[in-house]
Structures are given as C-alpha cells and as structure tokens.
C-alpha cells in the first residue's frame, strides 16, 4: 500500500513538474515574436541613429561657423530634447519617477556631464576647428575606447579562445583600420554626380560657403576631438550603470538633458557672456537646435539606453562607422566634398568590420542564452527531485 499510495504521488508531482516547466504554446509564439521584432528593430534603430547623427553634423557645421556659441547650441538642444521626451515619460512611464533618490540623481547628473556637457561640448569645439568630414572619423574611435574601458571595467568580457571573442576583436580592428584609409588615404577621385545641391542653389549662398570654410586649427581641433572620444567612451559605460539604479529609460533621458541644459546654460554664462549671443530667430540656427533637440539629442538618447539595455555598452558605438559613409556622400552630394578611392576601400573595410564583430556579438549572446536555459532546467529537475522526495516521504509516513 506504501509503494503504490508513493507510486501515485510521484505521477502526480510529474505530471505537475511537466505544466510548470512547459510554458503555453501562446505563450512561446509571443516570446519567440518578441525576440524577432527585438532582432530587427534593434539595428534599424542603430541605423537611424547614425543618419540623425549625420545630418546633425553637417546643420551643426553651419551654424558653428555662422557665429553661435557651441554651449549655447548644447543648451537650447538639450532644453528642447527634454520637452520632447516628457511626454513619453509622463504616458509610459508615469509612476516610475517616485523610484528617484540621491544614488540615481547622483549618477543622472554624471551622465549627463559626460554625455552632455564634456562629450558635446568638447566634439563641437572639434568640429568647428575643423570639418565635419574629419570629425566624423573620431566617432568610429569610440566603439575602440569603449571596448578598452569597459574590459578593464570588467562590464564586458573577451574571450580569445573561442571564436565570437576572437571576431569581435577582429572586427574592431577593422573598423579602425577602414576608418584610418578613409582618413590617409585618398587615391583617385571619383566624379559620382555633376554637381552639388546646396552649393548650387542661389537660395542657399551661405550654406556653401561656410561649409567651405578653411579649418587652420587642426591640431587643436584633434586633440579635442580626441577628448571628446574618450568622454563618450565612458558615457557610454556610465549607461550600464545608471540603467540598474534608474531603469526608467525615458524619465532618465528627460532628467538627462534637463540636467545637461542647465549645466550647459551655467558653463556658457561664463564663456558668452554677450545677452545676444544666446537669443534666438527664426533663421538656420533655430532650426539647428530644434533638429538637434528632437532626433539627436531626445529620440537618439532614448534609442541608445534601449539597446544598451538589451545588448550591452560595446553594440551601440560599432554603429557609428554608418554616420562615417552617410556624412561622406551627404557631404558631396550637398556640399561638394570630394570622394576618392581612398574612401571607398575604407568604407568597405569598415562595414566587413562592423559585420564580424556584430557576428561575433550574436553569437555570444546565442551562447550565454544557452547556458541560461540549461542552468534553469537543471535547477527546475533538482527542484522536481526534491519535490518527489518529499511527497514520497510524506506517503510513507501516512501508510
């Protein structure tokens, strides 16, 4: 009667092992939905990135070189970038904000020190001292120092003996040295369309000519741009941490550029102390921050946390190598920027880059997916077990 009443239980206690462990086919049909829209909206979102930031690039260069004040460009971007994320905060995220404390407004303010007043400031002062078909190379130097930081950081792991490691390695190296022929390599020019839109309308004279400007500061326009590399490395780690402490994405970009527009409005009272430097018309400069504030500053902000979220902080700067071919032929077919051979092999070089180390990311992420779910069955059979050996006990003391 033991053996059989223990029998029974064991049936039971399996058949109950089997509905918990086995999820719901609607169940699996969602989540395998997820992780496909997840797999595809996640680089497209990347990819628009880039092309804000390639277009903001060229708007910025103009009204740089028209006479506005980089920090009064970082203030007005910022303030409009907050106002434009609000909304989504208030919608999807409206109760989240009573989670602040000291800990998450501490690294919020960090952030956007890094990310708003040292990152951006230090890259317009660049792009003014030079062009934005120089700064643009810089941008692909992040992903290099990101990775570099957040090994030492221990926030992501290389493992050369296994071959995703060694391609993400690989792959980096790459995309520095597609970026490096891009920069020192010229080669043949290439005569791709016969003229440029913007230098040939009459409408737009001073566009031209100001995007033609001669750059005499290039050393020190380096250095900066260097600097700011470095600022956004680790704006870019400060991302991970700041999601575990505040993981509101879009109350942490609101607060972010709030932050950063004031911090910038306090930097730049003392470097343009000048009431008219900071009013603003109806002319090419208000359309600059406005462009700037929406896509690059708030929908940008919003989409990197996102994916940092989901992927870590090394995937979203081994996009910028895009802005790098995007801003060259927005620059020639706009401007006139001529595009030589040179160009063409380093953009190459660096698309077979950022697919190696994209493959070698996945496939990582493919592994660590793998061994998440054996170690979730082997501690759901050890709970099973457990589970029996209990019931059995309990069986046999009421026979």
């Not at 506005?68 to 109760?95: H, Q």
């Not at 801003?327 to 040179?342: A, E, F, K, R, W």
Request: proline share 4%.
């Amino acid at each position: 009667m033991a053996d059989e009443l223990g029998r029974k239980v064991e049936e039971e206690a399996a058949a109950e092992a089997v509905v918990m462990v086995k999820p719901p086919p609607a169940m699996m049909t969602a989540s395998a939905k997820a992780g496909t829209l997840e797999t595809t909206a996640l680089p497209l979102g990347m990819v628009l990135v880039q092309v804000f930031t390639s277009a903001m690039l060229l708007l910025s260069k103009v009204a740089l070189n028209t006479g506005m004040r980089p920090f009064v460009l970082i203030a007005y971007r910022n303030l409009i970038a907050a106002a434009a994320v609000a909304p989504l905060a208030l919608i999807f995220e409206r109760g989240t904000w009573k989670k602040l404390n000291l800990v998450a407004w501490g690294w919020l303010s960090v952030n956007a020190t890094l990310g708003v007043v040292l990152a951006m400031g230090l890259y317009y002062y660049g792009l003014r001292a030079t062009s934005p078909a120089y700064s643009v190379n810089f941008l692909n130097l992040i992903p290099i120092v990101t990775f570099i930081i957040a090994i030492v950081l221990r926030a992501e792991k290389l493992t050369l003996r296994k071959w995703p490691g060694r391609m993400k390695l690989l792959g980096t190296a790459i995309c520095v040295g597609g970026t490096m022929v891009v920069t020192l390599v010229k080669g043949q020019r290439l005569h791709l369309w016969p003229t440029h839109l913007l230098k040939s309308s009459n409408a737009q004279p001073s566009l031209a000519s100001s995007s033609t400007s001669v750059h005499h500061d290039m050393v020190a326009g380096t250095v900066l741009l260097c600097a700011s590399c470095l600022c956004y490395a680790l704006w870019f780690i400060v991302q991970v941490r700041l999601a575990k402490v505040f993981p509101s994405k879009y109350w942490a970009t609101t607060l972010t550029c709030l932050l950063g527009s004031l911090q910038s409005f306090v930097v730049g009272a003392f470097l343009a102390r000048d009431p008219a430097e900071w009013k603003l018309k109806w002319d090419f400069q208000l359309l600059t921050v406005v462009y700037s504030g929406v896509f690059t500053s708030g929908i940008t902000f919003v989409l990197i946390s996102w994916a940092i979220s989901k992927r870590g902080p090394i995937y979203p700067p081994m996009f910028n190598s895009l802005s790098l071919i995007i801003t060259t032929v927005m620059d020639s077919l706009l401007l006139g920027t001529n595009i030589y051979v040179g160009s063409v092999l380093g953009t190459l070089l660096i698309i077979l880059g950022l697919y190696a180390f994209l493959w070698g990311k996945g496939k990582e992420l493919m592994q660590q997916a793998v061994a998440t779910a054996t170690a979730q069955k082997q501690a759901g059979h050890s709970h099973l077990h457990e589970s029996q050996q209990q019931q059995r006990q309990g069986g046999n003391d009421m026979a």
